[in-house]
């Protein structure tokens, strides 16, 4: 199957050209979309998408991700293997998360235009010209091989990594993505925190870390572990973001202990 992730909105056509060209090259290929609500240009949330679900599809599933500011610009259009399934886009540090859970393989530059649209791809649309066509060429079967040249796996563009350290107190993070409830997602991982008991600090705000949204009162925040597998700001019944005025990049702590 072929998976899309972008940030198209829906407003526009963009998307059903999208699937337009994998249906022309594997009309019986199932296609998931994943979100297409990215705000524009959002590579942070992009990493984070694709990393929360890259681990719940089969392995041979190729994921086509274009959230491309630089689109017609001198940054390459990659295809890549990894041991968890494969990837379509461009090479600007969206892979950059889910490369750190599963091995890269192979990668290769897409120079190939003999899979492309057209040898004379638009400057503003790599999605419709470039990478639909490959990720359709890719689950008929064909290998990287014959796609480009292969590029080394160290090479590839990777994001500054998402705040987080660790302190004789605990750990100290930061928000990496804020989603559609207004739930603020932390950079802490479960499974940095073991048993033990925990609350979180933003700013001069203390939050408490019940296990579930109802043993708090509506309207009352809490930070909890998602399912995602990171630690969560979030307000039973609201929005933590407009709540407690929360943006990407923010500085969490998490301290060890009962609230005093």
């Given at each position: ?60 599933t ?41 091995p890269?393989?192979k ?6 235009p ?5 040898p ?13 066509p490959?990720?359709a ?23 500054a ?48 870390s019940?296990?579930t ?19 969560e ?12 005025g ?15």
């Open positions: 199957m072929i998976t899309l992730l972008t940030d198209f909105g829906t407003q526009d056509a963009y998307v059903g050209v999208i699937k337009g060209m994998i249906a022309s090259r594997c009309p019986t290929t199932p296609i998931i979309d994943l979100t297409h609500a990215i705000s524009p240009q959002d590579l942070l949330a992009a990493r984070f998408l694709l990393l929360s679900a890259f681990p719940y599809f089969p392995p041979k190729v994921h086509l991700v274009i959230v491309d500011p630089g689109v017609g610009s001198a940054r390459r259009a990659i295809a890549v293997q990894l041991a968890g399934g494969y990837f379509v886009g461009p090479d600007n540090g969206i892979l950059s998360g889910i490369a750190d859970q599963s890269i393989l990668a290769v530059e897409l120079t190939n003999a899979y492309w649209r057209t004379n791809p638009s400057a503003t649309f790599h999605g419709r010209d470039i990478f639909a490959v990720a060429h890719m689950a008929n079967g064909v290998p990287l091989t014959q796609l480009g040249f292969p590029i080394a796996a160290d090479s590839l563009v990777r994001l990594l998402p705040f987080l350290i660790t302190t004789e107190q605990g750990l100290v993070g930061s928000l990496q993505y804020i989603d559609h409830f207004g739930n603020a997602v932390t950079t802490i991982p479960a499974e940095r925190m073991g048993d033990r008991p925990w609350h979180l600090r933003y700013g001069t705000t203390a939050i408490p019940p296990t949204y109802s043993r708090v009162e509506p309207g009352i925040h809490l930070a909890l572990v998602g399912s995602h597998g990171f630690v700001i979030a307000v039973n019944q609201g929005s933590a973001q407009h709540q407690l929360l943006s990407v990049g923010d500085f969490v702590t998490l301290e060890f202990g009962e609230l005093p």
